[in-house]
């Protein structure tokens, strides 16, 4: 741990933290949105749609619905069902692994161009040498796999690292809340704006969507298709529980060069919010 992490408030390297991990966030998701990722997956033979449970578990290996139906948490099982184990038939998880560092290539080299990434890559590379995988499963799965040699693609891999170890404390937090997948998905599409999307992509039928919304408003956390006083702080804990348990490769790189990760990586999501790859909920939170 570096030793100006010690010295820091808590809430200063949390803050800190969240920000350094919105700002590689934001180069994340590039790979769910961009077109031309989606259209290397149909290349290979994959549906379009159901690519993307292929495409993020593919680090496990050729595995079945029951493997993303745990780590992923928030998708219907009909989805999993759909695309697990059927898109293994048509590429393997090494094919699908390595299509998505092309394209993410690709995409890259359009939003981030020829900027220096030497000193953001060797910040986040620490950060994410701070990780440790017990009770991380899809953050243990990526780091298992090989660094890429293309600085853009290996600052890509280290921003999955991070996403993936908080996505998995993330799911601790909802189970330990007792928030099931429909719940967690009306709570955090109430609080973020972006109900619609999440809606209309994870699968879920319009009664189970109802019925999840019911179950909340009889905790008091809803109300008429809005957050209640007591909804919002709770949604705020969760998020600050994830935030705590996403800490520990922050603390290895220390306040000041995760102040430093914002200061670098924030001109990149700028960049990333402009190249309309984006939604705009996406764009709406930055």
């Not at 989805?79 to 290539?105: F, G, H, I, K």
């Not at 899809?138 to 796999?145: E, K, S």
């Amino acid at each position: 741990m570096s030793d100006d992490a010690t010295s820091a408030g808590p809430d200063e390297l949390r803050r800190a933290s969240r920000r350094a991990w919105g700002a590689l966030e934001t180069l994340h998701v590039l790979g769910y949105f961009a077109p031309a990722v989606r259209d290397a997956y149909v290349a290979l033979g994959l549906h379009p749609r159901l690519s993307y449970f292929a495409a993020r578990s593919a680090a496990f290996g050729p595995v079945g619905p029951a493997v993303p139906t745990a780590t992923f948490y928030v998708f219907s099982p009909r989805l999993y069902e759909l695309a697990l184990p059927a898109s293994w038939s048509v590429a393997s998880p090494e094919q699908v692994q390595r299509t998505r560092r092309e394209a993410m290539a690709g995409v890259l080299e359009q939003v981030i161009g020829d900027v220096d990434l030497t000193e953001l890559l060797e910040l986040a590379t620490t950060a994410c040498d701070g990780l440790t995988p017990p009770g991380r499963p899809l953050y243990a799965a990526h780091a298992a796999l090989d660094r890429p040699h293309d600085p853009r693609v290996a600052l890509w891999h280290a921003a999955t690292l991070l996403r993936e170890h908080r996505g998995d404390g993330h799911v601790a937090v909802l189970l330990r809340q007792r928030l099931d997948p429909v719940e967690s998905l009306v709570l955090g599409g109430l609080f973020s704006g972006n109900t619609e999307f999440v809606r209309t992509t994870r699968g879920w039928t319009d009664e189970q969507w109802d019925a999840g919304t019911r179950r909340l408003e009889r905790r008091g956390l809803v109300h008429d298709a809005a957050l209640t006083g007591d909804g919002l702080a709770f949604r705020r804990r969760v998020e600050r529980e994830t935030d705590d348990l996403a800490l520990e490769g922050w603390a290895h790189l220390g306040l000041e060069g995760t102040q430093r990760v914002v200061e670098l990586a924030t001109p990149l999501r700028e960049r990333a919010l402009a190249s309309g790859i984006l939604p705009e909920w996406v764009a709406a939170r930055a």
